[in-house]
């Protein structure tokens, strides 16, 4: 690999970033796109931009490989101020695959990867061969086609190759996946990791923040034109982070020793009302999300502790009423439960297995039902039923459903708490019945 | 593995095959087709001269006296030679308006520079200047006011906007035409000339033409040392100034070489239509779009088929004439037509 003859010789060698940016400022015209941003990258920096559209993540790539200029402060390339660069001299220490790449014209793709070495000049020493750079990415095959044939995955690993023609030592990458397949976007990356270890120093512009999670060593969030955040992504990407970037309510997981984010739409306004789930051994964390999703308030319990379900309502920062692992339900947890029952609009009832150890969350559904609390359950409950309990339910008013889908359509169906009819019921004319009255499924 | 990297060559044409081992067979091949040329136009005419006699004649160089000398020298030579160079010029100006205007419908003209010159043109008429260097000198005068006025239209904070200078282009072309209208209209006598001068000729250009049209060389030969630039605009000004390319710079001196081939093309030939627009795309079709190929095969294309094209004017009704412009149209129109059905496309 050739990009590693430019690559000084030691890391931290002389401690000079490689790029730094100090207080920037940039606008088009007089509308304002970045804000006083400044951070520096270091050789073998391997960093990802992520931040919402229009946040000035492409215009902020502009300006490191000086094709924007600051309307104020600097923007420094190896020391040197960007302005200062002829074009040429710029394209051998920064390449940059660009967001957007279109040729019209029927050029053979050996053709266009070696436009890349133009920064090198004529002297065909030193400007790498075409064929072997691609042979590199895994793409040998496609020297001899046109470009204007390949899709937009090839298309993708070409301009790569063609910016590494440049053999600068940093690549600029704007949403170099948005247009890859999951097996091409991660090949992209672990390809990226790789001329990384190379000393290549690498800035990507990426949307998918679990990819950012993983892949990168650093993360700059980009927020209204603003550094919203930088440093090591599990730093950087905490949920609060991301709600107050994006907008939207973020969950970390932790699955196979890795850590995910999941999103949620955040909820304009009120809440819909207050469901409480009687669940367990993972009958109730798809319900648990759709409900918050939905914007429901929602409660659990009693779940023992690293209960799939519990850990998930755990994610999902619900209020619940927990036991310890492997423990029957005990008086505190059981009084916690009721408590927590009898403060929701409805108790959901999903199609966990009832033995002893957790019979008496059948008990306190009977007590909620008792005082006037809805309890909907999946049918499935009476099926693993080992402690034959759930008959009482049924005979305490409780009303059935076959299946999760079914409940929570039902759920979704109506509003609860002071909240008016929702559209099942309007549908239907004035049938609607009071608050506890019949759901919009047939039970 | 390998048949996959040969289907994207496996129906191209031959020419195409041979710019892939290198340019230089197919510049050899259109070179040799336009001395073919050449050497039909010297000899075809209402009096034919046999291919040992026109050798007799190229080594006897111009002699008084012989009228066969006279004919070769004096008549057909200057005007093979200014109708070649003047089909180049048109060619390379086509090849480089269409890549920097990133438009396959750009000819030489949509610059405005054809209608200033032939507005100047046209106020020489009027003014009576005709027989003198005094038109071409204001057709070129013309030309490059026009390029200038464009020009500035064009320019924003020390850039050249693509687009803008495209459509300043066309409206000053749309003005200037009008200017000439009504130039028409008030010199009523001289209207035939107009008309005449506007339609483009080689009739009756001597060695003073082929010494304008040969400052058209140099700027012929420019672009040539800029193919890698080319080659990198073709994917757009943002793409070649992130690989390093100066944009601006190669923009402003293909601009001006454009115009000023334009300019002098018109200023000796009057206005010739298609070879500018049609000679690109087709060359493009036979070679790539690699400027290395296509610029100097266009340029001789170009030169061949205006070469043809007035040996057809001045033959297929002899002793009358029919307008240049009207043949490039007529053979090149279905030649165009052909190879886009057969190639798979323009661009």
Redesign the interface.
């Known amino acids: 690999m050739t990009v590693d003859d430019k690559r000084p010789t030691a890391a931290g060698q002389s401690g000079e970033p490689l790029v730094a940016l100090r207080g920037v400022d940039f606008a088009y015209d007089e509308r304002p796109v970045l804000r006083r941003i400044g951070f520096e990258l270091r050789p073998g920096d391997f960093t990802g931009i992520v931040g919402p559209n229009g946040s000035g993540k492409s215009t902020l790539v502009d300006l490191v490989?000086g094709?924007l200029q600051p309307t104020s402060g600097e923007v420094l390339v190896r020391g040197r101020r960007t302005d200062r660069y002829?074009?040429?001299?710029?394209?051998?220490e920064v390449?940059?695959v660009?967001q957007h790449?279109d040729?019209?014209?029927?050029?053979?793709v050996r053709?266009v990867v070696e436009?890349?070495s133009?920064?090198r000049g004529k002297d065909a020493a030193s400007c790498g061969d075409p064929e072997q750079m691609l042979a590199r990415l895994g793409i040998?095959?496609?020297?001899?086609?046109?470009f204007?044939?390949l899709s937009g995955g090839e298309k993708q690993l070409v301009v790569l190759a063609?910016a590494l023609m440049?053999q600068a030592p940093l690549l600029l990458l704007d949403e170099p996946a948005s247009a890859l397949d999951v097996s091409h976007q991660l090949r992209l990356f672990d390809l990226l990791k790789e001329l990384n270890a190379d000393g290549l120093t690498v800035l990507c512009i990426l949307h998918d923040l679990n990819l950012a999670l993983h892949y990168f060593d650093k993360l700059l969030v980009l927020s209204d034109g603003e550094v919203a955040a930088f440093g090591p992504p599990d730093d950087v990407l905490r949920p609060e982070v991301v709600e107050a970037v994006y907008g939207v309510r973020a969950y970390l997981h932790r699955h196979a020793g890795r850590t995910y984010l999941t999103f949620s739409p955040r909820l304009r306004g009120e809440r819909r009302g207050r469901v409480h789930l009687v669940c367990g051994g993972g009958t109730g964390a798809g319900m648990m999300r759709e409900l918050v999703d939905a914007g429901y308030e929602v409660t659990a319990g009693v779940l023992n502790a690293l209960d799939t379900d519990e850990e998930t309502g755990d994610e999902l920062g619900l209020r619940m009423a927990v036991e310890a692992p492997f423990t029957p339900i005990g008086d505190a947890a059981h009084a916690e439960n009721l408590e927590l029952m009898h403060a929701a609009d409805l108790v959901v009832v999903s199609a966990v297995p009832v033995s002893h150890g957790n019979a008496r969350n059948i008990d306190a559904a009977r007590d909620a039902l008792r005082s006037g609390i809805p309890v909907w359950a999946d049918e499935g409950v009476c099926v693993n039923d080992f402690a034959g309990v759930t008959g009482a339910l049924a005979e305490d008013g409780a009303r059935f459903f076959a299946g999760e889908e079914e409940l929570l359509a039902a759920v979704r169906g109506r509003s609860f708490g002071d909240g008016r009819a929702s559209a099942p019921g309007a549908a239907a004319g004035q049938a609607t019945g009071p608050k506890d009255g019949p759901p919009g499924a047939a039970g | 593995m390998s048949d996959l990297a040969d289907t994207g060559t496996g129906r191209a044409a031959p020419l195409r095959r041979a710019a892939r081992a290198g340019v230089w067979p197919g510049i050899l091949l259109v070179a040799a087709v336009l001395v073919g040329c050449v050497m039909l136009a010297l000899a075809l005419g209402p009096a034919s001269l046999s291919p040992g006699r026109i050798w007799d004649l190229l080594l006897a160089g111009p002699v008084g006296g012989d009228l066969d000398n006279a004919i070769f020298w004096q008549i057909r030579m200057p005007r093979v030679l200014v109708a070649a160079l003047v089909g180049a010029a048109l060619a390379v100006a086509g090849v480089i308006l269409q890549d920097l205007f990133l438009n396959p419908l750009t000819d030489p003209y949509v610059t405005g520079v054809s209608s200033g010159a032939a507005l100047g043109a046209t106020i020489g008429i009027a003014m009576h200047l005709s027989n003198l260097p005094w038109m071409t000198v204001l057709a070129i005068v013309g030309g490059l006011g026009t390029l200038a006025l464009v020009w500035l239209a064009a320019r924003r904070r020390g850039r050249i906007d693509i687009f803008v200078l495209l459509l300043a282009g066309v409206t000053i072309s749309y003005l200037a035409s009008a200017v000439v209208t009504v130039l028409m209209i008030k010199a009523n006598e001289d209207m035939h000339a107009i008309v005449f001068w506007l339609m483009g000729s080689f009739s009756g250009r001597g060695w003073s033409d082929v010494e304008i049209a040969l400052v058209t060389v140099p700027f012929m030969a420019a672009p040539l040392f800029f193919t890698r630039e080319m080659d990198i605009l073709l994917q757009g000004e943002k793409r070649a100034l992130e690989l390093g390319v100066e944009v601006e710079r190669t923009k402003r001196m293909l601009l001006v070489t454009a115009g000023v081939l334009t300019a002098l093309a018109v200023s000796v030939s009057g206005i010739i239509g298609f070879v500018g627009l049609v000679v690109p795309h087709i060359v493009r079709l036979l070679v790539g779009p690699g400027h290395r190929a296509l610029l100097p095969v266009s340029l001789l294309a170009g030169a061949s088929m205006m070469v043809v094209a007035d040996l057809l004017s001045r033959t297929i009704v002899s002793p009358n004439e029919i307008p240049v412009g009207v043949v490039t149209t007529f053979v090149g129109a279905p030649l165009f037509v052909y190879l886009l059905r057969r190639g798979r496309r323009v661009r």
């Open positions: 490989d094709i002829r074009r040429r001299d710029m394209a051998r390449a940059l660009p790449f040729l019209d014209f029927d050029l053979a053709e436009m890349g133009y920064c040998a095959d496609l020297a001899g086609r046109r204007s044939e063609q440049q």
